[in-house]
């Protein structure tokens, strides 16, 4: 009965085992008929090559090492005679049971099986460690030496790193190896206790040289030691500090050289008979100095060398740190510039800088976003994912734009249409994007499309013939193209409109083989059934972007925010990647993730096709030389970027807040300003929605001082430590030539500019504002208060925020009112205009127009109170038909009524002008 149990467990446990290697050789298999439909076959077989390579040459090594020294204790184990005391008699092997079982061949099976198993577990720990191998071969240098060794920091970054994994290899193999070793002589003759294991000549020679080797090991360790105090956090600042050159160094240079006299001991010691109390002075030996030479030494160093006089003993130290971060994150590039500030700007200033007015982002993606989702969605398996920003030149018109992609989502799909055909073979892509500036809202406070609906429709000159969208951020799931069955394309009225895929990027079925391997690689046994599955059609997988790009290129860091441009009539993503690393010296991490950032690859996927190219942008990064080393066919030239892109090229907005981040410390170049913090600055806070957050950088057109034109920038404001006014902001330019260049323009610390928590402050204490604020959450309504956007004009700051207004029932958020902070004025108007008449007057010497009605409503451009121009009408009364439209679409038959209300009161009083 019991071995019937035993046999089936055995059969379950090998069927299990087959079908996990079977499903892992189809995985295999099917990456890399990927890999190779994409034209990265070569990166697939290094990746492969040096993984793979990588685990079987530490296994092997590791199982030799082993077995070898297991295979050594044969002798001994077997001639130890006793093995246990039981009520005062000894026991001897021929009086155990398994004694006769227990023989040279049963022990040489038995560790030749433990010592596989330990090898394949041991093989698991180096898994993904490939990568330092290859830099390790394929280094790159930097042109710089640190100061204390004098080594190039690419010793560092490509080197260093592989030194300390042979260590690691090394010591645990050696750590593993004593302990089973030592384990087989204890059970051999467990009476005789620990030092039993020393007590027979040829166990005592085998333990000794054991120990030896992990000393002699721990002797390379201490060396490297040396090269890791480049990295300490125990000073001033982040890298080695007085202690660490003074106590650490020094203490680590005599342990080495106790650590190697301490091998020569063990070794010798083997020879003693009662060599093992040498051997173990010599070990305790080197624990005791080690915690004296590299604990307590260096403590009182610090204590009473470094502690009573800091900053002349830390103070070259100081210097290296500053050098070193602000090199390691480029914050050495950026050019400072004064700013002003505190001054007013005057109507003709605006009139001048009128490209940066009418580029005035009004919308935020959060609020944005919902609304896209209540106007543009059209069907429920259709999804916003995010909300993207980027200009483009429009009828001849520089413009800032948001977008985002109409992706399908399957999960939204109802319940009975989520078939297995539904969701592989008939809902396959998502369709269109929808398109709208910046700063225009119609008179319901919402975006104005530029690009809209299914099909996409557009009065612009901006083309899109090739709207869908196989590869997008909610593209999750597998489907087949160029099946029996057809492809819904999108909604049409009552109907819906199909299509077949046009490209042969995906893979192949073919032959029944593959469809086999693809069902198991998938678990889907449906796909070896389906009649509707042809040899020619294409299985399209890994289609989430995120997914898609890190798979081809693991060992890049890519950027929180893929973004979507409109390329030559095709929808195509791109995507900032950063080469990273945490072994650049005396540089301080951000976060803790990483010390050094270089935004070195701009990655395109074609939102159609699911091609991937990856262009080098910085070609001066030591770390993108090396990957163009280790893969000399991935790359491009950023020469090579279609010219269709490049002026979509911006920079990335996560490499932008980390140096923003640590600049408001290494700004401070003066090693003793550095070292009291005296002018350390902070990344500001705002108001949105209701509650207080870290204020993020943003994007928008802006004419810098001192150009004559205006271009796409990443702008971030500084305010002081512990203060709310604002000392300084960060531009990072994004077009053209300009393309990376970092300014910081600084303000006279004697002049006060608000921060933006301080205007926040004083849009609260504006009681025209709070009031109507309160009126509208007093009457259902949530109010959420938009981003606080500062943007430069000339030698000026205006301060801009939206208000946004969201009934109870609706999950559409309204644009109702703008918010504009300049000087000592805080106006709240219906729209941009109209706040910055109420500020700055009008040109044409027309009254300023009166404050806004407060009638529980929100006033619209088109309220007779306000004198507009026949032409202002005329563009007001399309923007409230097109509302009327969208609104009509969404089923939304109360919006529908006040959009034609406002479109009427406007042609009426465009019917009073004109007569």
């Given at each position: 009965m019991v071995t019937g149990r035993v046999t089936l467990y055995v059969i379950?446990?090998?069927?299990?085992?087959?079908?996990?290697?079977?499903?892992?050789?189809?995985r295999l298999f099917t990456d890399w008929l990927w890999f190779q439909s994409l034209g990265y076959e070569g990166v697939f077989i290094k990746i492969l090559v040096s993984d793979i390579g990588l685990r079987v040459a530490v296994g092997i090594t590791f199982f030799l090492f082993l077995l070898v020294n297991l295979l050594m204790t044969r002798k001994t184990v077997l001639e130890q005679g006793t093995v246990s005391l039981r009520e005062g008699n000894v026991i001897s092997l021929e009086n155990v049971p398994w004694k006769d079982f227990l023989n040279k061949r049963v022990l040489t099976l038995l560790f030749l099986a433990a010592s596989a198993v330990l090898a394949y577990m041991f093989s698991l720990s180096v898994a993904g460690d490939w990568i330092i191998l290859q830099k390790f071969l394929n280094p790159s240098q930097f042109g710089v030496n640190d100061p204390i060794f004098g080594k190039d920091i690419g010793y560092y970054v490509f080197t260093l790193p592989f030194h300390i994994f042979l260590f690691n290899i090394l010591f645990w193999a050696g750590l593993i190896t004593t302990f089973f070793v030592g384990a087989a002589y204890f059970l051999s003759n467990p009476t005789a206790g620990i030092g039993g294991l020393f007590a027979h000549p040829s166990s005592r020679v085998h333990m000794s040289a054991l120990l030896a080797f992990l000393l002699a090991v721990k002797s390379g360790g201490y060396l490297l030691q040396q090269y890791l105090l480049l990295y300490s956090a125990r000073g001033a600042v982040f890298g080695p500090g007085y202690t660490d050159i003074n106590a650490n160094l020094l203490a680590l240079k005599v342990l080495l050289v106790i650590s190697a006299l301490s091998t020569v001991v063990v070794l010798a010691s083997a020879f003693v008979k009662r060599g093992s109390g040498i051997a173990l002075y010599a070990v305790g030996g080197l624990v005791l100095a080690s915690i004296l030479l590299n604990s307590v030494y260096p403590s009182m160093v610090q204590r009473f060398v470094v502690e009573p006089n800091e900053l002349n003993r830390e103070l070259p130290y100081i210097e290296h740190s500053i050098s070193f971060t602000r090199e390691a994150y480029n914050l050495n590039k950026i050019e400072r510039k004064p700013f002003p500030a505190g001054r007013?700007?005057?109507?003709?200033?605006?009139?001048?800088?009128?490209?940066?007015?009418?580029?005035?982002?009004?919308?935020?993606?959060?609020?944005?976003?919902?609304?896209?989702?209540?106007?543009?969605?059209?069907?429920?398996?259709?999804?916003?994912?995010?909300?993207?920003?980027?200009r483009y030149t429009i009828d001849g018109k520089y413009r800032q734009v948001m977008l985002a992609a109409r992706e399908l989502d399957q999960n939204r799909l109802q319940e009975q249409a989520k078939t297995w055909v539904n969701q592989r073979l008939v809902f396959t892509h998502g369709y269109g994007v929808a398109m709208s500036p910046v700063n225009k809202v119609s008179g319901e406070g919402l975006p104005h499309f530029l690009i809209k609906d299914i099909p996409p429709v557009t009065d612009t000159d901006i083309v899109l013939e090739r709207p869908e969208i196989y590869y997008g951020?909610?593209?999750?799931?597998?489907?087949?193209?160029?099946?029996h069955a057809q492809e819904f394309d999108y909604p049409e009225g009552e109907d819906n409109v199909y299509t077949t895929y046009q490209e042969e990027s995906g893979v192949k079925l073919g032959s029944m083989f593959k469809r086999v391997i693809f069902a198991l690689a998938l678990g889907d046994y449906k796909l070896l059934l389906s009649t509707d599955v042809t040899p020619d059609s294409q299985i399209l997988y890994y289609r989430n972007?995120?997914?898609?790009?890190?798979?081809?290129?693991?060992?890049?860091?890519?950027?929180?925010?893929?973004?979507?441009?409109?390329?030559?009539?095709?929808?195509?993503?791109?995507?900032?990647?950063?080469?990273?690393?945490?072994?650049?010296?005396?540089?301080?991490?951000?976060q803790g993730r990483t010390n050094y950032i270089r935004n070195s690859v701009k990655v395109v996927v074609d939102a159609y096709n699911g091609e991937v190219t990856f262009y080098v942008a910085d070609q001066s990064d030591p770390i993108i030389q090396t990957f163009e080393k280790i893969f000399p066919d991935m790359f491009r030239s950023i020469d090579e970027l279609p010219e269709s892109?490049?002026?979509?090229?911006?920079?990335?907005?996560?490499?932008f807040t980390i140096q923003a981040n640590l600049y408001t410390l290494y700004h401070m170049q003066n090693p003793q300003v550095f070292y009291n913090r005296e002018d350390k600055w902070e990344m500001p806070t705002e108001i949105f929605g209701r509650d207080e957050q870290l204020m993020e950088p943003y994007y928008t057109i802006v004419q810098l001082p001192g150009e004559e034109e205006a271009e796409f920038v990443l702008i971030t404001p500084f305010t002081p430590s512990n203060k709310k006014?604002?000392?300084?902001?960060?531009?990072?330019?994004?077009?053209?030539?300009?393309?990376?260049?970092?300014?910081?323009?600084e303000m006279p610390k004697q002049s006060l500019v608000y921060g933006p928590m301080q205007v926040e402050a004083r849009i609260n204490q504006d009681t025209t504002i709070s009031q109507q604020l309160t009126l509208w959450e007093n009457r259902g309504s949530q109010v959420i208060r938009g981003?606080?956007?500062?943007?430069?004009?000339?030698?000026?700051?205006?301060?801009?925020?939206?208000?946004?207004?969201?009934?109870?029932?609706?999950?559409?958020?309204?644009?109702?009112?703008?918010?504009?902070?300049?000087?000592?004025?805080?106006?709240?108007?219906p729209n941009l205009e109209l706040a910055l008449a109420a500020i700055f007057g009008k040109s044409d010497g027309r009254p300023d127009p009166p404050p806004a009605v407060d009638d529980g409503t929100a006033p619209v451009i088109g309220d007779p109170a306000v004198d507009l121009s026949v032409r202002d009408l005329i563009d007001e009364a399309v923007m409230h038909y097109n509302a009327a439209q969208d609104r009509l679409r969404s089923g939304d038959w109360n919006g529908y009524g006040q959009s034609l209300d406002a479109m009427k009161r406007v042609l009426d009083q465009l019917a009073d002008q004109t007569e």
């Open positions: 379950i446990a090998t069927v299990a085992l087959l079908f996990m290697m079977l499903n892992g050789g189809a007013t700007v005057e109507l003709a200033d605006l009139e001048a800088n009128k490209a940066t007015v009418d580029n005035i982002r009004l919308w935020d993606w959060q609020p944005l976003r919902q609304t896209y989702s209540q106007l543009q969605e059209m069907r429920l398996y259709y999804e916003f994912k995010d909300i993207d920003l980027d951020e909610a593209t999750d799931q597998y489907v087949l193209v160029n099946t972007i995120k997914e898609r790009v890190e798979k081809i290129a693991p060992f890049l860091l890519m950027d929180k925010d893929p973004y979507l441009v409109i390329n030559e009539g095709r929808l195509t993503w791109m995507w900032d990647a950063y080469t990273t690393t945490n072994m650049y010296p005396y540089s301080q991490p951000f892109i490049r002026p979509h090229v911006r920079y990335p907005q996560d490499m006014n604002m000392i300084g902001w960060m531009a990072a330019r994004s077009d053209g030539d300009n393309y990376g260049n970092l300014l910081v323009y981003n606080l956007i500062i943007i430069p004009i000339k030698d000026s700051l205006l301060y801009v925020e939206p208000i946004y207004l969201q009934a109870e029932q609706s999950r559409m958020p309204e644009l109702r009112r703008v918010i504009v902070v300049h000087g000592d004025r805080v106006v709240m108007e």
